[in-house]
């Protein structure tokens, strides 16, 4: 957690110092552009035309105009001019010194943030706020009051700038170059980004001591109701955590996407998205603004810390709005549940005794079937004994049968031969007749 929130810390500032550093050049460049003595005449001409045409003081969106146009660029090129050396001496100390002091200040902003959720358990730096709930359309009050003075005094609208005695400030600048040029000085720039860093950190205090702090400290359920019914615990809470997450304008949640937070470049403060749009200058400082960039790190402390809370109230209400228990009546349903699960219990113990004389019953029908089986199988044997001794008496009977046969066979053979012997004896006795009887 240290390391991601180390991370988006050094990518705002790298963010943040690398569109300064594009401002500045933009600046060098209209610097280099007007230096010409055409460019410079033709600018002083334009003005005087434009502050001749206008005797009166002029006033723009609520702010007094202090001093005319040419001469405000004219001071305005001027510091510029005698700036240059100083401030890009300064500019290449501060590029060197950055990359060593990077990473010492990355330690000190989680040491901060460390001692910011201590903090949040004793009740140190509270923050007054006028009211917890949300009113779009509530008036605002013409101050924010902070105990720790972290933040400047905020203005309205209507006079912002009113109290102003800068000598370089232009209400008819509609991009804030002049006004800028007068009021950045190469010497309070690197204060200015300072300021910015201590500002974005003082904006994401009071959410981040919240976050880390309320519910690491509800160690069980008997805590966290004691919690929700001290009304005075909680009401200190919302004021410390909701202070950050209000444009200071409007009084709106500052919860994206519809109003999401929004930080002024370059004086650091942040608005929201509506309140960014309207205005050219900023409502807390009155200083130019020269571009907004969503304020990523307050978003996500903003919808966690509201996420969070819209959980802990829905907790609350469901905690408060658990009815008493009638435990009569709670005492006759466990009567009336134990007065049938002793029935029951009663119905299983018969029908148990009759499954076991059943259960008997059916044993000796299989101890019967047993003996059966068994009388069978030795018959069976029996039978099969004396099949097997048919079986070789039939056997033998055969063999004697074929040798019969081939007796016979021989027999019938002799008899051939003998009836053959027979008739040729037969022959010759009749031949001897005949000759005889001659």
């Not at 005695?165 to 002049?178: A, C, L, V, Y």
């Not at 904006?203 to 929700?228: P, Q, R």
């Not at 004396?386 to 079986?391: H, I, N, P, V």
Request: proline share 3%; with cysteine; hydrophobic share 30%.
């Amino acid at each position: 957690m240290n390391k991601s929130r180390k991370n988006e810390i050094r990518d705002k500032v790298k963010e943040m110092k690398q569109r300064q550093q594009n401002w500045m050049k933009q600046r060098a460049e209209i610097q280099n552009s007007s230096s010409s003595p055409n460019a410079l005449t033709s600018v002083t001409a334009q003005k005087e035309t434009t502050s001749l045409s206008r005797e009166k003081p002029e006033y723009h969106e609520g702010k007094t105009f202090i001093k005319s146009r040419d001469e405000s660029s004219i001071e305005g090129l001027l510091a510029t001019n005698k700036s240059k050396a100083k401030f890009q001496n300064w500019l290449k100390a501060k590029e060197s010194q950055e990359s060593d002091n990077e990473d010492d200040e990355m330690e000190d902003h989680v040491d901060e943030f460390k001692e910011n959720s201590k903090a949040v358990n004793s009740g140190a730096n509270k923050t007054v706020y006028r009211s917890a709930n949300y009113n779009d359309g509530s008036i605002r009050e013409n101050s924010l009051r902070v105990a720790n003075g972290g933040k400047p005094k905020m203005l309205h609208p209507s006079s912002v700038r009113s109290e102003s005695t800068d000598p370089g400030f232009n209400s008819e600048d509609e991009t804030g170059e002049i006004t800028a040029a007068t009021l950045l000085s190469p010497e309070d720039f690197d204060s200015r980004a300072d300021d910015i860093i201590a500002r974005v950190k003082g904006d994401l205090k009071l959410s981040t001591k919240y976050s880390k702090g309320v519910f690491n400290n509800v160690s069980n359920a008997a805590s966290f109701v004691a919690m929700k019914s001290s009304p005075s615990k909680e009401a200190d809470v919302s004021e410390n955590s909701l202070a950050s997450h209000v444009c200071p304008t409007c009084e709106k949640l500052m919860m994206p996407p519809s109003s999401s937070a929004m930080l002024l470049i370059p004086c650091g403060h942040t608005l929201c998205t509506s309140c960014s749009q309207r205005t050219k200058f900023c409502a807390m400082c009155g200083c130019a603004v020269h571009s907004t960039t969503p304020n990523i790190m307050l978003q996500q402390i903003i919808t966690n810390f509201h996420t969070k809370q819209t959980h802990r109230q829905k907790t609350s209400t469901s905690i408060r709005t658990v009815p008493k228990k009638n435990y009569e009546e709670e005492y006759q349903n466990l009567l009336t549940r134990r007065d049938i699960l002793k029935e029951e219990a009663e119905n299983i113990t018969s029908e148990i005794d009759d499954l076991s004389h059943q259960l008997k019953r059916e044993r000796k029908q299989v101890y019967s079937i047993e003996s059966k089986e068994k009388t069978v199988e030795a018959e069976i044997s029996k039978l099969q004994q004396q099949l097997q001794q048919l079986a070789s008496h039939r056997m033998d009977y055969e063999r004697k049968c074929d040798e019969i046969e081939i007796q016979s066979k021989e027999e019938t053979n002799r008899l051939n031969l003998v009836k053959d012997s027979l008739s040729s004896v037969q022959l010759q006795i009749d031949k001897v007749k005949l000759l005889a009887g001659h």
